[in-house]
């Protein structure tokens, strides 16, 4: 029995650390995945490996091409379109759960959280934003206390990072969405849930100004 827990360990290990490659594109879009590169880039045996794409793969974010191998997705521009169109009907529903559910120590939180983040852009690195940003979002959305709920918006965000232009490509669009952050909170202060919902939209729908028109081909 230990030494198949320590097998699943390692394998779970493995498959986090290469979806944290991947959505810090340190494996870019599109990208092969070889077999042998990711053994050696995390010290692990082929079955390992072999468990941990068939895990993203389940996840979506590497495609299984047959007789070919793993690659990073790529979204085509119709499939991030639909992917956030999904991602605003549950977020928007999230949000209402956060209205019912917040607490005035719920709000503190949050509204910490967003100085701490302005105050960051300036001198942190791309990746110390990111993880404060998934921070802010996590913290959010667990106000309303569906762990399914939450586990699905995770999942799609993390489907969408590969390949994304948005308005993060500029400090003043890290400003943007931190202000729409900070608007996030002060629906919550006033429990006004319509308010949320609407700020919300504009946050995940940000991306559509940094985009090429919606096409059926991949990018």
């Given amino acids: 029995?230990?030494?198949k827990n320590t097998a699943e360990a390692a394998e779970i290990g493995v498959a986090q650390q290469?979806?944290?490659?991947?959505?810090?594109?340190?494996?870019?879009?599109?990208?092969?995945?070889k077999q042998a590169d990711i053994e050696?880039?995390?010290?692990?045996?082929?079955?390992?490996?072999r468990m941990a794409l068939s895990a993203l793969a389940a996840k979506h974010l590497i495609d299984h091409v047959p007789n070919r191998g793993?690659?990073?997705i790529n979204p085509s521009d119709r499939e991030r379109a639909e992917l956030y169109e999904v991602r605003t009907i549950?977020?928007?529903?999230?949000?209402?759960?956060?209205?019912?559910?917040?607490?005035?120590?719920?709000?503190?939180?949050l509204s910490q959280m967003v100085e701490d983040f302005e105050a960051a852009i300036d001198t942190a690195s791309r990746a110390e934003l990111t993880d404060l940003n998934m921070a802010f979002h996590n913290r959010?959305?667990?106000?309303?206390?569906?762990?399914?709920?939450?586990?699905?918006?995770?999942?799609?965000?993390?489907?969408?990072?590969?390949?994304?232009?948005?308005?993060?490509?500029?400090?003043?669009?890290?400003?943007a969405s931190n202000e729409d952050h900070r608007q996030m909170v002060e629906m919550l202060r006033s429990r006004d849930g319509d308010g949320?919902?609407?700020?919300?939209?504009r946050h995940l729908n940000r991306w559509r100004e940094f985009s090429k028109p919606v096409t059926d081909e991949k990018s």
Wanted: charged share 30%.
């Fill in 196 to 201: 949320l919902n609407y700020t919300i939209y």
């Fill in 140 to 175: 959010f959305y667990s106000i309303g206390g569906n762990d399914l709920l939450i586990t699905q918006i995770r999942e799609l965000r993390d489907r969408g990072l590969p390949g994304r232009e948005g308005g993060w490509e500029t400090v003043a669009g890290m400003r």
């Fill in 18 to 33: 290469l979806q944290a490659d991947i959505l810090g594109e340190y494996f870019r879009p599109g990208e092969w995945l």
């Fill in 1 to 3: 029995m230990a030494r």
């Fill in 40 to 49: 050696n880039r995390y010290k692990a045996n082929r079955f390992e490996v």
């Fill in 90 to 109: 549950l977020e928007t529903a999230a949000g209402r759960l956060a209205v019912q559910k917040c607490s005035d120590d719920d709000v503190a939180e």
């Fill in 70 to 72: 793993y690659r990073v």
